[in-house]
């Protein structure tokens, strides 16, 4: 039994084979919850391993609102306090620097990874090495097959499907090496990913050798397969079933915000383009008054402003507020797959379990120490399961609450630079007026 299996059952306090429950009576004792029945607001705020309930009801005032995100703080502060006492940072990793590649064969673009830490297995302190995108890819391939029960960070999607994008401008560059930075960020700063044999290549190795590890093609997803393809759990555990309601509820709102973005930058990039016509017709109209030609040049200075000001606007949703969103819609599908792997290890421990109980009722043949096995595993994707859910909650918290935080403000000096704009147009106006005032007077 290896050493992180044996501290997981010491942990988890698993009872040895022999006196584990046949899987029909742990059902009657834990049974799953369907998706139409009603569940007691306790029973589900104890289901989620961050002890966030899956329902939570819309707050009714500002007070309220303001009351919930200080004590989403609090909560928040606490765990964070735990993980810094428990992990040290000492790997930083960051990407930067794009640059465009062109040969007979294809055009691409690299980004520079640089490294810093004081791990004793890295031989020297600082790395610098040039990575494409496939790079970040194979990296994540060879994480999802070697560490098969944990959250693996998404990576940015290789083609936007919505809409025509140059995936060699300089926004879409921009945009990628940001989301490049962060995965890599998420992966260095995990207490078992960031000690990944294939992570310690990606960061030091000059020349990637991407079919080492071929070998280790999802050897414990296949078996699973093999196992328990087609099996019927009998029972998943409560919390994990509320995992999944959650995914599910946080799927559906994200892609709706999404859509909605969507729109809204899109009816913004038309409105620009009608602004942008508005100025110069008021340009041109300028050119043929004589007596209005100040006033309307004034008009179209002041409109030109608000077309700079919509236009910043409208580049840090797209830059900055949809990537995001974007982000954890793909976070919800790995950790979909994750699950969908712990069920499967469940089911392949379910099964042997079942085989071996009707061979010892029919010969007294004693439980194979496979069973035991695959217990063992099941006990280890449950914990790394938990701990990885606790972890992305922590983050996507602090995630959602810098980008609404971060949206309200550049809301709110977009619109104050709207409202500066025409009120010193008004007040250009009024001196005018003044001053033809005094001219005719005199």
């Keep these: 039994m290896s050493a992180v299996a044996s501290k997981g059952l010491a942990s988890s306090g698993k009872k040895p084979i022999a006196e584990v429950p046949h899987p029909l009576s742990a059902a009657e004792e834990s049974p799953s919850v369907p998706a139409d029945v009603e569940v007691d607001k306790s029973t589900q705020e104890a289901g989620l391993a961050n002890g966030t309930p899956v329902e939570m009801s819309?707050?009714?005032?500002?007070?309220?609102?303001?009351?919930?995100?200080?004590?989403?703080?609090?909560?928040?502060?606490?765990?964070?306090?735990?993980?810094?006492?428990?992990?040290?940072?000492?790997?930083?990793?960051?990407?930067?620097?794009?640059?465009?590649?062109?040969?007979?064969?294809?055009?691409?673009i690299t980004y520079r990874v640089s490294t810093k830490t004081t791990r004793l297995e890295f031989d020297l302190p600082e790395y610098c090495v040039r990575r494409r995108y496939q790079d970040f890819d194979w990296l994540r391939i060879k994480l999802d097959e070697t560490q098969p029960t944990h959250l693996i960070p998404p990576l940015p999607e290789k083609f936007v499907m919505k809409g025509v994008v140059d995936r060699f401008s300089e926004e879409f560059v921009e945009t990628r090496m940001k989301a490049l930075d962060k995965y890599l960020t998420r992966v260095a700063d995990h207490p078992v990913l960031s000690f990944n044999p294939h992570l310690h290549a990606f960061l030091t190795a000059k020349d990637l050798n991407k079919r080492?590890?071929?070998?280790?093609?999802?050897?414990?997803?296949?078996?699973?397969?093999?196992?328990?393809?087609?099996?019927?759990?009998?029972?998943?555990?409560?919390?994990?079933?509320?995992?999944?309601?959650?995914?599910?509820?946080?799927?559906?709102k994200l892609g709706t915000i999404d859509r909605i973005s969507q729109r809204i930058i899109k009816e913004q990039s038309e409105y620009l383009t009608e602004m942008r016509e508005y100025s110069t017709v008021y340009s041109n109209w300028?050119?043929?008054?004589?007596?209005?030609?100040?006033?309307?040049?004034?008009?179209?200075?002041?409109?030109?402003?608000?077309?700079?000001?919509?236009?910043?606007?409208?580049?840090?949703?797209?830059?900055?507020?949809?990537?995001?969103?974007?982000?954890?819609?793909?976070y919800v599908e790995s950790m979909k797959n994750v699950l969908r792997k712990r069920d499967q290890s469940q089911g392949e421990y379910e099964c042997k379990f079942e085989a071996a109980i009707l061979r010892k009722q029919e010969d007294s043949t004693p439980i194979p120490s496979e069973v035991e096995t695959c217990q063992d595993k099941m006990e280890c994707f449950n914990a790394d399961l938990k701990a990885d859910w606790e972890r992305w909650q922590i983050n996507k918290r602090q995630d959602f609450k810098n980008l609404l935080t971060g949206m309200a403000d550049k809301n709110i000096a977009s619109y104050e630079k709207h409202q500066a704009a025409w009120e010193s147009l008004v007040s250009l106006l009024q001196d005018k007026q003044t001053e033809d005032k005094t001219s005719k007077t005199n």
Excluded at 92 to 102: C, E, G, I, N, S
Excluded at 231 to 244: S, T
């Design 58 to 108: 819309s707050p009714t005032s500002t007070s309220s609102l303001f009351n919930r995100l200080q004590l989403d703080d609090d909560a928040e502060a606490g765990v964070s306090d735990l993980y810094a006492s428990a992990e040290t940072r000492d790997l930083f990793v960051t990407v930067d620097d794009p640059k465009k590649h062109v040969s007979t064969m294809e055009t691409f």
């Design 212 to 252: 080492q590890g071929l070998a280790l093609l999802t050897k414990v997803g296949e078996s699973v397969k093999q196992v328990a393809g087609g099996y019927k759990l009998r029972a998943r555990p409560a919390e994990f079933n509320a995992m999944v309601d959650y995914l599910e509820t946080f799927s559906q």
């Design 286 to 330: 300028a050119m043929a008054e004589r007596v209005l030609r100040h006033p309307l040049e004034s008009v179209a200075g002041c409109v030109t402003t608000c077309c700079r000001v919509l236009e910043d606007h409208s580049e840090s949703m797209t830059q900055d507020f949809l990537p995001v969103l974007r982000e954890y819609i793909l």
